[in-house]
């Protein structure tokens, strides 16, 4: 999918990096997700770490979505006009997007709609064995993005304002309760022995990236996403109360709500709601072939077909990284009317944020690299960087296997501290934003201090990011402790 849907001057996105980073440091836990991310890029890293693989895993999450979709619709008593029309509408949406990056969320999107899934079995055949799988399905869903928790606090109102609230007085619900707890154990005790660090990773994304969230434009881009789909999505609602086989079904409709109003309240991000709508879709297009069957309606199935497709092609152009960077900044106008330009920092840029953060990477390695060169004594330097995308990005692309770049904050830290080595020379990696361009405190650690270059890619979000050559450590202090103790002192 990623050779269609990204042009070649794009590389890979700052967050894969540090996702595969994650695969030589195996933990429980990781400061910004649970541990589910971390088995991927083991598996990647395996297969040799290639680009493919790294694009094939999410593509896989999201043809599974599909899959899923495809089961609910023939347990629905759907056939094969639902079967092509669902499959059109996850497809041709912009679900697509999230599908093309290695991040925990096209998977988080298989669980949600699995969990689902399993929610719809349980109903059509009150088979208690199905809560199991429910519960089997919340744990890994919880060990790959915590984000499940908005699920099952919106189904759970919605479950007591329907006769199966008698569920609650099942054993059975909390034996499997148990065993999910006993599932997602080690990434709890593993939060409690590192102090939560969920809370600050949250708190941190809340104050730099949630705040700049407007909740208009998080329910304008629930409407982006499945453009194509709305009026399968409209008849899924339609349904619940107006076709009687689905009548039992309503809880997902209660359920969609609530969980759609506490992300709302809370300010999340578009994309934290994809989850809630692949398993209306199957509800969707079961009733559509229901209502689309006989005299003239039945003429309408090819028009509903090609909707999704025909809403999807105006948007790939905006929505994918399918134009140069230059092509893209030459019709801003046009990714500015739908807001794309606007990035966390709530201001407008030259390209989307996504873009922009697969720009640049490759540049930034092979100047660490030639920087790196210039030191003889290799074995005792440490390639500092300012963020995980920087450490990351180095960690991948150089040809030095074992340069170990790091940042002072967040897994990185955790995985400096481990180091053991004596450290004497440093590579520096300096953010733009970074005042202290004169390196004062540096130089008065250092024999020698040399600049080594920059970004220069102008698209690129880390455009004027310095490297910096720090040889010949002369501090009365080990380098490492001096490293812990200028962090500690900020």
């Not at 709508?277 to 309408?300: C, D, H, M, Q, S």
């Not at 963020?387 to 990185?412: C, F, Q, R, T």
């Not at 270059?453 to 102008?458: F, H, L, P, R, Y």
Request: aromatic residues 16%; contains cysteine.
């Amino acid at each position: 999918m990623h050779l269609w849907l990204i042009h070649p001057a794009y590389e890979l996105h700052r967050d894969e990096y540090l996702h595969l980073d994650q695969a030589r440091h195996l933990a429980w836990g990781y400061d910004s997700v649970p541990p589910f991310t971390s088995w991927i890029s083991w598996i990647i890293l395996q297969l040799g770490n290639g680009v493919f693989w790294v694009k094939f895993f999410p593509a896989l999450f999201g043809a599974l979505t599909m899959a899923v979709v495809w089961k609910t619709i023939e347990v629905l008593k759907g056939n094969l006009f639902a079967l092509v029309l669902g499959a059109f509408a996850v497809l041709f949406s912009g679900m697509a997007r999230l599908n093309i990056l290695f991040q925990p969320n096209s998977a988080d999107v298989l669980f949600w709609t699995l969990f689902y899934y399993t929610i719809v079995q349980y109903i059509n055949t009150e088979n208690k064995q199905w809560l199991m799988k429910a519960a089997l399905v919340f744990a890994f869903s919880f060990l790959d993005k915590y984000n499940i928790v908005f699920l099952v606090l919106g189904m759970l109102p919605a479950i007591l304002l329907t006769p199966y609230r008698k569920i609650f007085l099942s054993t059975q619900l909390y034996w499997c309760l148990l065993v999910a707890l006993l599932i997602v154990s080690p990434n709890i005790i593993w939060q409690i022995r590192n102090h939560f660090p969920v809370i600050h990773h949250m708190q941190t994304l809340a104050s730099t990236q949630l705040v700049h969230v407007n909740r208009i434009d998080f329910l304008k881009e629930q409407i982006l996403f499945f453009a194509g789909a709305l009026f399968i999505l409209l008849a899924a609602f339609i349904s619940f109360f107006t076709y009687p086989p689905f009548y039992k079904y309503r809880l997902f409709f209660g359920s969609f709500i609530f969980t759609l109003l506490l992300f709302v309240y809370f300010k999340a991000k578009g994309y934290y709601g994809v989850g809630l709508y692949p398993i209306l879709l199957a509800f969707g297009a079961v009733y559509l072939e229901k209502i689309l069957t006989g005299g003239w309606r039945y003429y309408l199935r090819p028009l509903a077909i090609a909707i999704p497709l025909l809403l999807f092609i105006p948007m790939v152009k905006i929505a994918f990284p399918l134009q140069p960077p230059a092509v893209i900044q030459q019709n801003a106008k046009r990714y500015k009317a739908l807001d794309l330009l606007r990035w966390e920092d709530g201001k407008d840029h030259a390209l989307p944020q996504d873009f922009a953060d697969m720009l640049g990477w490759k540049e930034l390695a092979f100047k660490v690299d030639k920087a790196f060169d210039l030191i003889a004594d290799s074995s005792h330097t440490l390639v500092l960087c300012e963020n995980y995308g920087e450490a990351g990005a180095i960690n991948y692309y150089s040809s030095h296997k074992n340069i170990s770049a790091v940042m002072l904050e967040g897994d990185y830290y955790k995985w400096f501290l481990a180091d053991s080595r004596l450290l004497k020379n440093i590579v520096l990696v300096k953010d733009i934003g970074n005042p202290d361009t004169a390196l004062t405190k540096e130089r008065q650690l250092f024999k020698t201090v040399l600049p080594a270059g920059a970004i220069e890619n102008k698209y690129a979000r880390e455009q004027g990011t310095r490297i910096f050559v720090l040889k010949e450590y002369e501090g009365s202090m080990l380098l490492k402790d001096k490293i812990i103790a200028l962090r500690n002192s900020q």
